[in-house]
């Protein structure tokens, strides 16, 4: 057994992010050292978002490129150019203000450790191994579904190791968050599912799972109960489904259980085919019928009712190389598949049978 840690706290409601500055000045909690904003580039077109960061001379403000999901290397990078540019203060902002989707809040987080631990992004990979707590840190989530806004990791790849493994700890947990449903009206349909998705899997594949906690399941049945909401009726997007999109991300975040399947098989895609996550979980769940037969049911009817199409084709291109880099990304997730499959995962998850997997999607 062990104690949950959670956000301290949160202001939620269209518009909120019109309040920052009151956090940012009103807040007794909130240190009063400049501001570190590290935003996602997608909004380096959009004016209006950015008019609204109580920008003050000392503050920074750095773009964060997520073309590619979030990789040691970059979180290291981030955090040298913000020593550099507060040397005089110990290398130290008083905040940093994540803003964007999961990607961009996880390096968020990940820089904000790594300032006040020291050391390199890779050192902390793993469970429990941040020291001491990051540089305070607020999230603005941009896209709804990674839970990352409430979850106690940050997920990053190595890719000089082809590890993807999160900074499993308390002090990855933002401090507080704003959760203006505004910010997830213009992301693009295809985005906007996949990573809603991300929810409903964390928390069917919770759900599904032998390693259970009651306050965990409650959590994960209310995101998936919203999650049908969002998806199974009317426009996912329209202002009531975004609301409710995004209160299901913050609770399959606090959720967290330990997964089962799709994310294992994600992780492969990602790591060695560069997929982004919630494309990839899409992408894993195609030959995942068998092992999920109502949810992989209802997954293709929210599909079909927001007018999605499900890419398919990629496995019948993949080299027997591609295969055995997937398959030994994939099953290094032990704790995850055993979740599902139990000990044995190994031998029903065979070469062969993964191969296979990979190959229908
Ligand atoms: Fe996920």
Not at 191 to 212: I, K, P, S, V
Request: charged share 15%.
């Amino acid at each position: 057994m062990k104690a949950i840690r959670n956000v301290g706290s949160y202001l939620f409601g269209p518009g909120a992010l019109g309040r920052l500055e009151e956090v940012l000045r009103g807040d007794p909690r909130v240190p009063a050292g400049p501001v570190v904003y590290l935003v996602d580039h997608f909004f380096a077109g959009f004016t209006a978002p950015l008019a609204k960061l109580p920008q003050r001379p000392l503050d920074r403000l750095i773009f964060m490129d997520t073309t590619h999901e979030p990789s040691t290397d970059q979180v290291d990078q981030v955090a040298a150019r913000v020593r550099a540019d507060f040397s005089d203060l110990g290398g130290l902002p008083g905040v940093i203000v994540g803003m964007g989707g999961g990607a961009t809040l996880d390096m968020a987080k990940a820089v904000s450790n790594l300032l006040t631990n020291g050391g390199q992004a890779a050192d902390y990979q793993g469970w429990d191994l941040v020291k001491v707590p990051g540089v305070y840190k607020i999230g603005v989530p941009t896209l709804s579904g990674t839970g990352s806004e409430t979850s106690r990791t940050c997920v990053l790849t190595n890719y000089q190791t082809g590890v993807k493994l999160g900074m499993n700890s308390d002090f990855s947990v933002f401090d507080q968050l704003i959760l203006d449903p505004d910010l997830t009206a213009t992301v693009p349909r295809e985005q906007y599912f996949h990573t809603g998705l991300d929810t409903y899997f964390h928390c069917m594949e919770t759900l599904n799972g032998r390693a259970r906690n009651g306050i965990v399941d409650a959590y994960s049945e209310k995101a998936i109960d919203l999650c049908r909401q969002v998806f199974l009726q009317g426009d996912m997007q329209d202002q009531s489904s975004r609301e409710n999109m995004m209160i299901a991300s913050l609770m399959g975040g606090a959720a967290a259980g330990n997964t089962g399947l799709v994310h294992p098989l994600s992780a492969g895609l990602s790591v060695v085919l560069g997929v982004h996550h919630g494309l990839a979980n899409c992408l894993a769940m195609g030959p995942l019928a068998e092992f999920y037969p109502p949810e992989h049911a209802e997954f293709l009817a929210m599909a079909q009712a927001q007018g999605i199409k499900l890419p398919t084709g990629l496995g019948a291109d993949l080299s027997d190389e591609q295969i055995g880099k997937l398959y030994a990304s994939s099953i290094v997730h032990a704790k995850p598949l055993g979740n599902h499959l139990g000990e044995g995962f190994r031998d029903i998850l065979t070469p062969a049978r993964m191969a296979a997997l990979f190959r229908a999607m």
